[in-house]
């Protein structure tokens, strides 16, 4: 009783229709630079290349370019995070282990666990970050700076405007699923 007697047992699931609303997103970062967004945060500069309007929520990409010594302080997250290092090399500090992550390693970081990552080399290194589902762009957005182009400086800011960062920062992380933690 109650049961759907047109349900065949131990059916595949089916695929759902083609959203026909949504579109094909193309990005090139080189030629689209002008049209994507640019933020930098803590000295970072990210680039939105796709963001959760573009992937109906499921993930956002996003390019970040890490001078030496930048990167986020200990931190953890409700989503997963997944980045390839393009150029240069980070080192990754996860539950407090650290490893060395140079041009073309992936690093996956599950949701809720602790974790880092800081530019240690004397060079700038540049990261392709997914995140799923999408969301983590708009903090950036939500905390960073506006600037013109992904390999623009990060403004210089006082150490007035960096509390003022900071403390945005803090007040909007639960929002948006992130917590900072002790180092």
Known sequence: MGEDSTAVPNA?????????????????????????RHVAVAGDIYTILI????????????????????????????FEEMFQVLEGEI?????????????????????????AFKNVSDRPARLLCTVAPAGQEDFFIAVGDPVATRTAPPPTLDAAARAERAATAKALAAKFGNEMVAP
Not at 14 to 27: E, F, H, K, N
């Open 12 to 36: 595949p699931p089916t695929i759902p229709p083609d959203d026909v609303a949504r579109r094909l997103s193309l990005v090139r970062p080189d030629e689209d630079d002008a049209r994507l």
């Open 51 to 78: 963001g959760g309007a573009e992937t109906a929520g499921r993930f956002a990409m996003i390019d970040m370019q890490v001078p030496p010594g930048g990167g986020p302080p200990p931190h953890r997250h409700d």
């Open 91 to 115: 080192e990754v500090t996860f539950r407090g282990e650290k490893s060395i992550a140079r041009a073309g390693s992936i690093v996956n970081i599950p949701a809720n666990a602790p974790h």
